[in-house]
């Protein structure tokens, strides 16, 4: 079954640490690729998207994404966490092949200690 | 973008009851979706509703159990029929971006309801 994936369910990781959340997909053909994150309290906003062209995409308060089409990824990263970015991150797919339905990975719970 | 704000934000209900969860969106769009998003779950797709014509559901999720109204292009409800606690959920609706300059399919998320099923 076409799903999309994520590696993680939960990480904890100390403030200036590094962040890689993974995300992989099965859905063949275009697709497009975005990371949405919820704030404790808040609702969902979409951090990052890549439709085509350059595979490295830069969002929101210093994430990036690379899209990786031969491995099927779409792995979001920071180079040095904040308190702030306590949130959960979900990974999300639309593909030609569904009909560009919007599919979400289990999402990824992160706690940065400060 | 879009601004679309939900009633209620949040409920409690009994069982066998239905509750009707209001979306309105500040722009007019095409397609609006509803998804639910169970405890410690990813969100999963329930249906998408066009104005004029019948919503599209997912497989799992039938129109007795989750009707769905789409009366213009701003406004869409969803109602939980008959519900149990197993229906326990938050509810969010979300829409294509309604400038019509994103080919991609990109939505914008509501807040979302929170239901509670005694």
């Known amino acids: 079954a076409q799903s999309v994936s994520q590696h993680n369910h939960h990480v904890i990781l100390s403030e200036a640490a590094s962040l890689e959340l993974g995300c992989n997909y099965s859905y063949g053909g275009t697709v497009n690729l975005f990371w949405y994150v919820q704030y404790p309290g808040q609702h969902l906003q979409l951090l990052l998207k890549y439709f085509s062209g350059d595979p490295l995409v830069k969002g929101i308060k210093g994430f990036e994404a690379e899209f990786i089409k031969s491995k099927f990824s779409f792995n979001l990263r920071k180079p040095s966490v904040q308190w702030s970015d306590t949130a959960e991150y979900f990974c999300a797919v639309n593909a030609a092949s569904n009909d560009y339905k919007l599919s979400f990975g289990a999402g990824t719970t992160v706690t940065v200690r400060a | 973008s879009a601004v679309i704000s939900q009633k209620p934000s949040r409920d409690i209900c009994q069982r066998g009851t239905s509750l009707t969860i209001q979306c309105q969106v500040d722009s007019q769009v095409t397609m609006m979706f509803w998804y639910r998003q169970q405890p410690g779950q990813s969100l999963t797709l329930i249906a998408t509703a066009n104005q004029g014509s019948e919503a599209t559901y997912e497989s799992g999720f039938v129109i007795d159990k989750f009707p769905i109204s789409r009366p213009n292009l701003t406004f869409s409800t969803l109602t939980v029929s008959n519900m149990s606690p197993e229906d326990s959920s938050i509810y969010l609706c979300?829409?294509?971006?309604?400038?019509?300059?994103?080919?991609?399919?990109?939505?914008?998320f509501g807040p979302g309801t929170r239901l509670t099923v005694l």
């Open positions: 979300s829409v294509e971006d309604p400038s019509g300059q994103s080919s991609y399919n990109e939505q914008f």
